[in-house]
């Protein structure tokens, strides 16, 4: 814990995380919103590929910092993973030495100057995101031979060896159980907290009653999401009794096609926020299988927070300590037979209050509390 307690801190973010609509950014930005409602002085540091400055940030930190990230083959530096060398830049370096404050670091992405000399006598904390090196090798293992598949191997040898170089961390922030305690076991001597994913709701604020339609929503560009939604659309929909909704942004042409020769399945394409808050409200079942076991799905906290009734694989929970807020399915068959059996169940109040019970060590609030304590940082 830093030696004197302040409200002021430094996170640097892989990315500028505003708007927040992706799984980083909204676990980055609502994370922002919180600890600036518990008083926290934050200055954030951003680095940028393609995403515009937000002013919205500046809202929320006392001050805000730009840096182009390295890509293509000038963001190479081995034996370093790319995600890692290509997000260096020694402004970062002299902004951060302005003065003692802590540092998060989100992400084993920005850690490039973690174990620099200069930064020896500062408490250093790290959100982890996913294990990164079993993130990467799970996207090699869904695509093609290739240089994609080549970049995928060799990021996840590199990033491997890369987690063995952390003992600079004094605190790791894990989103997963699973990962906090893949962390503890290499770094005994650090803080290790579970924090699950920070999102954009305070409350539960699911609905009683009955929906009229099924859904599976996220990215739908991202390999993960493309195969789930694919796995939903050829085995499960043709047998479902209510039609699947597929929702998210930049769909893959694949599921685009899918969903036109479907007569249960129908896309909607890029909604807004009001439009995918309002499909998340009032369907009766969200679908969420994964086929990767990677980080916890911010997918998932929102069914809870703003849906019925959901039904998830096992890869789903992977590390959320959230079983019993769920129905369990494996198989095709499973997914066809709950959902079906779900129909003409209503959602109740009683299922609503348990809900909140389960979900409530899982709120904004709290988790910065949790955060704000370790970095020994003065509340409001």
């Given at each position: 814990m830093p030696a004197s307690p302040s409200n002021k801190l430094h996170i640097v973010a892989f990315d500028v995380p505003y708007p927040a609509d992706y799984g980083g950014a909204i676990d980055v930005y609502y994370k922002l919103a919180a600890l600036h409602r518990k008083g926290c002085a934050i200055t954030l540091h951003c680095f940028e590929y393609g995403r515009p400055h937000a002013a919205q940030l500046e809202k929320l930190c006392s001050?805000?910092?730009?840096?182009?990230?390295?890509?293509?083959?000038?963001?190479?530096?081995?034996p370093l993973p790319y995600i890692v060398s290509s997000r260096r830049n020694g402004e970062l370096m002299k902004n951060l030495l302005e003065d003692d404050a802590p540092i998060l670091f989100e992400g084993i992405h920005t850690c490039f100057y973690l174990n620099h000399q200069a930064l020896q006598n500062r408490f250093k904390a790290l959100r982890i995101h996913n294990i990164e090196h079993q993130y990467y090798m799970q996207l090699a293992g869904g695509v093609g031979f290739g240089f994609r598949k080549m970049f995928f191997l060799q990021e996840a040898r590199m990033l491997k060896a890369f987690e063995m170089k952390?003992?600079?961390?004094?605190?790791?922030?894990?989103?997963?159980?699973?990962?906090?305690?893949?962390?503890?076991?290499?770094?005994?001597?650090?803080?290790?907290?579970?924090?699950?994913?920070?999102?954009?709701?305070?409350?539960?604020e699911s609905t009683p009653g009955m929906g009229a339609f099924c859904l599976y929503h996220g990215n739908l560009s991202h390999p993960e999401n493309v195969t789930a939604a694919k796995f939903l659309l050829d085995e499960v929909v043709p047998s479902l009794k209510m039609r699947l909704v597929v929702a998210g942004k930049s769909p893959h042409p694949s599921i685009v096609a899918r969903c036109q020769e479907s007569s249960n399945g129908?896309?909607?394409?890029?909604?807004?926020?009001?439009?995918?808050?309002?499909?998340?409200?009032?369907?009766?079942?969200?679908?969420?299988?994964?086929?990767?076991?990677?980080?916890?799905?911010?997918?998932?906290?929102?069914?809870?927070?703003?849906?019925?009734?959901?039904?998830?694989?096992?890869a789903m929970l992977h590390g959320s300590?959230?079983?019993?807020?769920?129905?369990?399915?494996?198989?095709?068959?499973?997914?066809?037979?709950?959902?079906?059996?779900?129909?003409?169940?209503?959602?109740?109040?009683v299922d609503l209050e348990y809900r909140r019970n389960?979900?409530?060590?899982?709120?904004?609030?709290?988790?910065?509390?949790?955060?704000?304590?370790?970095?020994?940082?003065?509340?409001?």
């Open positions: 001050a805000v910092h730009y840096y182009p990230r390295i890509t293509g083959l000038n963001g190479l530096r081995p952390l003992q600079n961390v004094q605190a790791f922030f894990a989103l997963s159980k699973t990962d906090s305690e893949f962390f503890r076991a290499i770094y005994p001597d650090a803080v290790h907290r579970f924090v699950s994913p920070f999102h954009r709701h305070d409350v539960v129908e896309l909607v394409a890029d909604p807004d926020e009001a439009r995918m808050e309002q499909l998340i409200r009032d369907a009766h079942i969200h679908v969420l299988p994964t086929f990767q076991t990677s980080g916890m799905k911010l997918k998932l906290l929102h069914a809870l927070y703003g849906g019925r009734f959901v039904v998830v694989n096992a300590g959230l079983e019993n807020a769920c129905i369990g399915a494996q198989t095709a068959k499973e997914f066809i037979d709950t959902c079906n059996g779900l129909l003409d169940k209503p959602f109740t109040e389960v979900l409530a060590g899982y709120g904004n609030l709290a988790n910065s509390g949790i955060m704000m304590d370790e970095l020994g940082l003065e509340r409001q």
